[in-house]
């Protein structure tokens, strides 16, 4: 499918969004603003799919686990699923207190055109990074885009600048945690498995504990995040559970306690029985994580479609309040035509441009194999748990892919001693070095000594270029570096093209 095809399928569905809004909600005032915030909502989601779901399923295809065609299914299967039936029905129309409502001045038309600006121009920063291949937030691309909006609308003092240094430190909160902890659990894989003699006995007693803490943070994670909108419809099928607004940690976590003892009884017969028909290798202990992996891919996905939907649809379903009650409400309930545009749009932009950010994340980065892979989606999953009950913003996005760097290091780190033809070659110019700057020590003549100056500094330059094709072979500084960047400059960005967007909307309002 070429991408004119993508490019006019994926319109399709924004300009269908849109007539069903022109039927349905036709008669109230300023109903073209409805229709166009429809076609900006439904490119947000879209770029969602295209981007922030790669995070989802990239280490699963890039470890073989799935296919492509594979991951996409599962991806858009439990994306939609987790928008559409714990998606919630209500956000807060200021997205995460960025700005004061105040700077609307009681103006629902300024709100309205604020908002619309920061859905399309977070959609539009998005579809930019989505090209260049790096995988960015999309929650700080729309909290940018809100952001640049509100001081277009109101000035500088309008934006809660406290919450916004927060958004910043989970720059790099985010992927350091994710890395530290998925290179933790690759660590004990190596350490407690790959590195003894006997693999398959100690893979047999390592394996079923590392798949029931996966289930542990999963369970734990899907009802911290995947729940919370639909809590009060849990606590009528449990009614012995406390009462609280939204689930606790205790709670999450017991849940996640009683799935992991449930799995480990599962998982423990049939890995000894598995292992039964194995050799003693690497690849053999590698399948033992091939479902596991799956079930991560797909769980993530839910809790991912139940917690960001909001990004796409939070500042339509706004936009919709506003003109429906001619007034700026505090809180916004979602009706289904919102949630759906919302989970299929992340559904249709995976299927149509998810491709390029899944083999981003899965394969160019550092190279995935079901071991590695299993621990960034670990990662995932536990980072998020300790980041909420810590109070601490972080990004789903910088954490997988924080993963896939930690897991990316820790190899380079613990085959530094390795024997691959690169290392050799790296070791032998080092050895040459060294021996040229003997040499120099001993030699009297000083025509001799300049030769032997410029000699080491040619090889020390190939030393470097060397150096660096092994760090490579590991991880791949210029994807990390490409990344980064785009990281630091997503709320910046979105908030420029935001303050734009408003002004060109304010003048077509106006």
Do not use: C
């Amino acid at each position: 499918m070429n991408n004119l095809i993508k490019i006019l399928l994926g319109a399709g569905f924004a300009v269908g969004i849109a007539y069903y809004v022109h039927t349905a909600f036709g008669g109230i005032a300023h109903s073209g603003f409805l229709m166009m915030a429809a076609i900006f909502g439904a490119y947000m989601a879209m770029n969602i799919g295209a981007n922030d779901v790669a995070n989802n399923v990239g280490p699963a295809f890039g470890a073989g686990a799935l296919n492509i065609t594979g991951a996409i299914i599962i991806a858009s299967i439990f994306e939609a699923s987790g928008a559409l039936l714990a998606g919630g029905d209500v956000v807060g129309t200021i997205k995460k207190g960025i700005i004061d409502p105040v700077a609307f001045s009681g103006d629902p038309m300024m709100f309205v055109y604020a908002m619309a600006a920061a859905l399309l121009a977070a959609a539009l920063w998005l579809t930019l990074a989505t090209a260049l291949k790096a995988p960015v937030s999309t929650t700080h691309s729309i909290v940018g885009g809100v952001m640049g909006a509100g001081i277009a609308a109101g000035g500088f003092a309008i934006v809660s600048w406290g919450t916004m240094g927060k958004i910043a430190a989970s720059w790099i909160i985010s992927p350091v945690l994710g890395g530290l902890i998925a290179a933790g659990f690759l660590y004990i894989i190596k350490s407690q498995i790959l590195y003894k003699d006997d693999r398959l006995s100690a893979a047999k007693k390592i394996v079923p504990v590392l798949v029931s803490v996966m289930a542990w943070a999963f369970l734990t994670y899907l009802t911290l995040k995947g729940f919370k909108h639909i809590w009060k419809d849990v606590l009528e099928f449990l009614p012995f559970l406390p009462e609280s607004k939204k689930p606790t940690i205790g709670v999450a976590a017991s849940f996640g306690l009683i799935g992991a003892i449930i799995t480990y009884v599962l998982v423990k017969p049939r890995i000894s029985s598995k292992i039964g028909n194995l050799e003693n290798d690497r690849s053999a202990i590698n399948t033992l994580f091939t479902i596991p992996l799956i079930f991560a891919a797909a769980m993530l996905s839910f809790a991912h479609g139940a917690n960001d939907v909001a990004n796409a649809v939070g500042p339509l379903a706004a936009i919709y309040d506003a003109l429906s009650h001619a007034t700026i409400s505090a809180k916004a309930s979602i009706p289904l035509w919102v949630m759906v545009t919302g989970g299929v749009g992340i559904s249709v932009g995976l299927t149509l441009f998810g491709p390029r950010l899944i083999k981003t994340v899965g394969s160019e980065i550092t190279e995935l194999d079901p071991m590695r892979a299993f621990s960034i989606m670990m990662a995932a999953a536990i980072t998020v748990v300790i980041a909420s009950q810590l109070g601490l913003p972080v990004s789903s996005t910088h954490i997988a892919v924080g993963g896939v760097f930690g897991v990316g290091f820790l190899r380079e780190w613990m085959d530094r001693k390795g024997t691959d033809e690169k290392r050799i070659a790296l070791e032998k110019q080092r050895a040459k070095v060294q021996a040229l700057k003997d040499e120099l020590e001993t030699v009297v003549d000083a025509e001799r000594k300049l030769e032997l100056f410029e000699t080491i500094k040619q090889e020390k330059k190939r030393t470097k270029v060397l150096k660096r094709a092994v760090k490579e072979t590991y991880v791949k500084r210029g994807m990390v570096n490409k990344i980064i960047a785009a990281w630091v400059i997503t709320v910046p960005a979105a908030a420029v093209l935001s303050a734009i967007v408003f002004f060109i909307i304010k003048g077509i309002g106006a």
